[in-house]
T-cell receptor
Framework: SAVISQKPSRDICQRGTSLTIQCQVDSQVTMMFWYRQQPGQSLTLIATANQGSEATYESGFVIDKFPISRPNLTFSTLTVSNMSPEDSSIYLC?????????????FGPGTRLTVT | RKEVEQDPGPFNVPEGATVAFNCTYSNSASQSFFWYRQDCRKEPKLLMSVYSSGNEDGRFTAQLNRASQYISLLIRDSKLSDSATYLCVVNKAGNMLTFGGGTRLMVKP
């Protein structure tokens, strides 16, 4: 299994500012994922963060708005830039672990962001 | 059409009832299928993987029909603690998952 922590757990920010969310995993993983869950909605993948290369963004998400760092195999950050109220959401970090014929995707506790 | 579609519910059932959730997916190349559970204000957690032959874990049974691109989850003898949102999840490519909108279940005494 994997233990994932995120900081901050929640924040209230003013529009136009930026927030950087940290994700720490207790084991080394190749791929880390960042998801967004808007109020009352399911999860949407923002990007895949690979160590040693640029993140891969899904349709509708761009690096200028959501820059990602992946300095090592246990850590990643997601920045929400130039925030607007539409960015109010829960942002979740996730990792994929496989072994002994099984695999599972684990999620961090999420960062609840409110933009005013 | 959404890649993964679920009835959002809510399903309101009494304790002890049997309830079934359905899910359809659009990408016929999808290889892996899962049901996740998400409690209010919590992160999703894997409930069970769904195998072609169907699989059972206690009161939970998952079925996959590749021809119809359809996945189901059956919960028998519902408990109050089963109240949550159940997310149908499909492996899109590599290790990337596509989530359905979720089906909300409320089990009442």
């Amino acid at each position: 299994s994997a233990v994932i922590s995120q900081k901050p757990s929640r924040d209230i920010c003013q529009r136009g500012t930026s927030l950087t969310i940290q994700c720490q995993v207790d084991s080394q993983v190749t791929m880390m994922f960042w998801y967004r869950q808007q109020p009352g909605q399911s999860l949407t993948l923002i990007a895949t963060a690979n160590q040693g290369s640029e993140a891969t963004y899904e349709s509708g998400f761009v690096i200028d708005k959501f820059p990602i760092s992946r300095p090592n195999l246990t850590f990643s950050t997601l920045t929400v830039s130039n925030m607007s109220p539409e960015d109010s959401s829960i942002y979740l970090c996730s990792v994929f672990l496989s072994g002994q014929g099984s695999y599972e995707q684990y999620f961090g506790p999420g960062t609840r962001l409110t933009v005013t | 059409r959404k890649e993964v579609e679920q009835d959002p519910g809510p399903f309101n059932v009494p304790e002890g009832a049997t309830v079934a959730f359905n899910c359809t997916y659009s990408n016929s190349a999808s290889q892996s299928f899962f049901w996740y559970r998400q409690d209010c204000r919590k992160e999703p957690k894997l409930l069970m993987s769904v195998y072609s032959s169907g699989n059972e874990d206690g009161r939970f049974t998952a079925q996959l029909n590749r021809a119809s691109q359809y996945i189901s989850l059956l919960i028998r003898d519902s408990k109050l603690s089963d109240s949550a949102t159940y997310l149908c999840v499909v492996n899109k490519a590599g290790n990337m998952l596509t989530f359905g909108g979720g089906t909300r279940l409320m089990v009442k005494p």
